[in-house]
């Protein structure tokens, strides 16, 4: 019975490192995050992607950092891929009173990178969506630094 119970013991627990590797084997690495420089296209909170007479708004993902810029004030933060989202934490923005409409199209776009959008890229267009909240980005070139003599 002693012989057994011991038997049962090591085969559970062979059974258990078996089925853990099995999961860790399955588990797919996350989306990279869509490094690069990319300008705000269309969302779904503006007609278009730029408000007349304002710049374009813009994301700038290197590393695991963000820096979003709404036409009046910036955001930046820390960022991660997690489960096809894009998870920003502490997301600071600079505090600029921004006219209407700006000033509600910035506080929806920064509110959609708070609540860890999905992301993806499709054919050089960057889409994140968060709820009823939607944008799409296209990348931008990257510039070089001129050197001055």
Do not use: H, Q
């Amino acid at each position: 019975m002693i012989r057994y119970a011991k038997t049962l013991r090591m085969f559970c627990a062979c059974a258990a490192v078996g089925l853990a590797a099995s999961c860790t084997m399955l588990d797919e690495p996350p989306l990279p995050l869509p490094e690069g420089r990319w300008e705000l296209l269309a969302a779904s909170f503006t007609d278009t992607g730029r408000i007349p007479g304002v710049p374009r708004a813009t994301l700038e993902i290197r590393g695991a950092r963000l820096v979003a810029y709404g036409g009046c004030n910036n955001g930046t933060g820390s960022v991660a891929s997690i489960d096809g989202r894009m998870v920003v934490e502490a997301l600071a923005t600079t505090r600029r009173a921004c006219l209407e409409p700006l000033g509600g199209f910035e506080g929806r776009l920064f509110k959609m990178l708070r609540e860890k959008p999905y992301f993806r890229v499709e054919n050089g267009v960057l889409t994140l969506a968060a709820g009823d909240l939607s944008a799409r980005f296209r990348r931008l070139p990257e510039t070089k630094a001129v050197a001055k003599p």
